[in-house]
């Protein structure tokens, strides 16, 4: 979760994106895919980067600026 924007990531593993819930309305707002499968999402609260740790891929770490 990301107490500045009151925005929670939960990653989707098997549907291969992430799904950003409104905090406040508890309404998801959007869903982004994400070309990997997401295991565990870290937000920056500063940046509101998201990492994500996953499989499937090359490179088993994601960055995203949602």
């Not at 799904?19 to 959007?30: K, L, P, Q, R, W």
């Not at 982004?32 to 891929?57: D, E, H, K, Q, S």
């Amino acid at each position: 979760m990301n107490p500045n924007t009151n925005r929670i990531y939960v990653a989707n593993d098997f549907s291969n994106n992430v799904s950003v819930i409104d905090g406040a309305t508890n309404t998801v707002i959007a869903t982004v895919g994400v070309g990997g499968v997401p295991r565990g999402v870290v937000v920056n609260p500063n940046t509101n980067a998201i990492y994500l740790l996953g499989y499937g891929v090359s490179n088993p770490y994601f960055e995203y600026y949602i």
